[in-house]
């Protein structure tokens, strides 16, 4: 495991340096992982670990979208393909890729299931770290281990496509059988991760329930929308509104900060933007920072799980969140976007 130093912190990493990806493939050769659920996450590691070369089976409830789309994948149903109980009895290593909510749902069935010595995996923490809203406690003699990539499921297959990876977090909460932690890495490179960083079970869900409402979507999308109106209402045009939000940080400046950090794009714009952005930003960030520390306790309390569970776990859950998204996308400003990607060159005929 090497030491790497994070802005003075020093942090173990593991990459395929330390775990090549055959020696991935000999720690798993006797294993049989049942990747349950064909959502998003399911696909992406399902795929990445058969090409990997990984012996994978996986669990879906029959006639379904999902199955469908299994098969269409190439998983071949009763051999690499099956209802959820039973692949979860034929797999070593059990991947829980159900939704969140899916997941409180199956326990009752899928823990009969498990076996002795088996590794139940997760790619996020909320199950057993609100195991008082999910009633998820795994029995003691088996393996309960996290890998959780840092990004879409979607993402997960095109990155290893492409030869990138993507980075994830790993966790151990129970090792039975002396192996956890070898499994945990063996699968986390399996799976396509670029490298992997230490985590906890909680750390996890904190930081990604933090992170989900924040930066990654919620704040990005609302202060989209308030610069957005503000320049509507002071009279510019969609266009020039949505450019000068949007299109501009997603076709030019956030992959500048991806290759080379905010300081260096600060750095190389003009002067002009570089005094205004070095005198807003800590305006903004005052602003935000109460809100962001209530957003966190309101994770830690458990109430953002509680209203997951509740909200999602109702029989027309996937309507309703569908109804909010398309108010979304048939606003003005996601309209103009719509209409705005259609002029890219690459768009155009
Ligand atoms: N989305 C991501 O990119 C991402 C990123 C990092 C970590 N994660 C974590 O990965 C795990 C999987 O997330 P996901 O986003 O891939 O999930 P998802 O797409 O919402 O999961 C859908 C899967 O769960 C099944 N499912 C839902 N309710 C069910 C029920 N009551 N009984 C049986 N099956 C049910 C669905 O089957 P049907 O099609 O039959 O409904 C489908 O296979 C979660 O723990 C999530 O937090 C996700």
Known sequence: MAKIDFGGVLEEVITTEEITLEKARELLKNEIVAVLGYGVQGPGQALNLRDNGINVIVGQRKGTASWDRAVADGFVPDKTLFPLEEAAEKGTVVQFLLSD??????????????????????????SIVYKDQTGIIPPKNIDVILVAPKGSGRTVRTNFLDGSGINSSFAIFQDYTGRAKERTLALGIAIGSGYLFRTTFENEVYSDLTGERGVLLGCLSGVMEAQYTTLRKNGHSPSEAFNETVEELTQSLIRLVAESGMDWMFGNCS??????????????????????????????????????????SAPDYREKLQKELDEMKNSEMWKTGEAVRALRPENRK
């Open 101 to 126: 909510a899916g997941q409180v749902a199956l326990w009752p069935t899928l823990k009969k299931f498990l076996n002795e010595g088996d590794a139940l995996y997760f790619s996020h923490g909320f």
């Open 271 to 312: 002067t002009t933007a570089q005094r205004g952005a070095l005198d807003w930003a800590p305006r903004f960030r005052d602003a935000v920072l109460p809100l962001f520390d209530q957003l966190y306790e309101s994770v830690l309390s458990g109430k953002e799980t509680k209203r997951v569970l509740e909200a999602n």
